[in-house]
């Protein structure tokens, strides 16, 4: 694992938002995975702001995300379709049919899954993949568990899980109980996997993700352990306890 502690957000987003754009000017038609949630927001800043200077063209590039939630509209700002495109896909010259997000308003959740694997499955060389961790250790919504499903699949969120997210609901038992996620055998295929983390919520996590020898499934980002090209980046805080 490569690691990078960075001053600061500004500055783990920029780093993140570098790798990015390099593998996509090295390879136009690179196939990424990318999150949601509070840590990549800098760095969907970051390429936006490199589109518009005109240093990246994200015509040819083909984007997975990890994860979204159960029963939210796509137009409900909570949802993970709201969030891409509000915060990256509005901003950039990616072609709609190229970004591909789980369904979460499927009538029939196990077909849906089952979409989302044929979708992973058009492409036999995915290149990068972007990913925030939870504070529990998981990796898309990969919670916690004696097993880890290897394709996409629907999971109960955990308590923590729905605690950590609930800021960003007007109240916190409006935090959807279940998801559809990536599973770990589709993260794992991409060649390269970016982490990021950020803030003191992440310390503790990230402490056992470095210095954690073993690989567990009650600790989802230690499967990292198991891919050979794996860059962390981190600021400060997330790294104060290393
Ligand atoms: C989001 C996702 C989650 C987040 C994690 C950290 O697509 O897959 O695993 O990366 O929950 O969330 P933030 O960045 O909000 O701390």
Redesign the pocket.
């Known amino acids: 694992m490569k690691v990078f502690i960075e001053k600061n957000y500004d500055q783990l987003s920029k780093r993140a938002a570098d790798m990015i754009a390099g593998e996509i000017s090295k390879k136009p038609n690179s196939v990424l995975c990318l ?6 927001i800098g760095t969907y800043r970051e390429l936006s702001g490199m589109y518009a200077a005109g240093k990246v063209d994200f015509s040819g590039i083909v984007t997975f ?3 979204e939630y159960i029963g939210l509209r796509q137009d409900d700002e909570n949802s ?1 379709h709201y969030f891409m495109h509000h915060h990256l896909f509005d901003h950039i010259n990616i072609k709609q049919g190229n970004a591909y997000i789980p369904d979460g308003l499927s009538e029939n959740m196990e077909e849906a899954c089952k979409n989302y694997d044929v979708k992973l499955d058009l492409y036999n060389e995915k290149d990068l993949l972007l ?4 504070q529990n250790g ?4 990969n919670e916690p568990d004696d097993r880890l499903f290897a394709r996409t699949h629907t999971v109960l969120l955990s308590e923590n ?1 729905r605690a ?2 609930a800021r960003l609901f007007e109240n916190a038992d409006d935090v959807p109980k279940v998801a559809i ?1 990536m599973g770990i055998a589709d993260i794992m295929h991409f060649k390269k996997m970016i982490i990021i983390a950020n803030g003191t919520a ?1 310390a503790a996590i990230i402490k056992d993700l470095l210095t954690g020898r073993m690989v567990d499934t009650h600790n989802t980002s230690s499967l990292t352990y198991l891919h050979n090209d794996v860059t962390v980046i981190l600021d400060e805080e997330a790294a104060s306890l290393l």
């Open positions: 999150p949601t949630g509070s840590t990549p995300n990890l994860d993970y990913t925030g961790i939870g998981h990796i898309g919504f899980t950590a997210n996620t992440k």
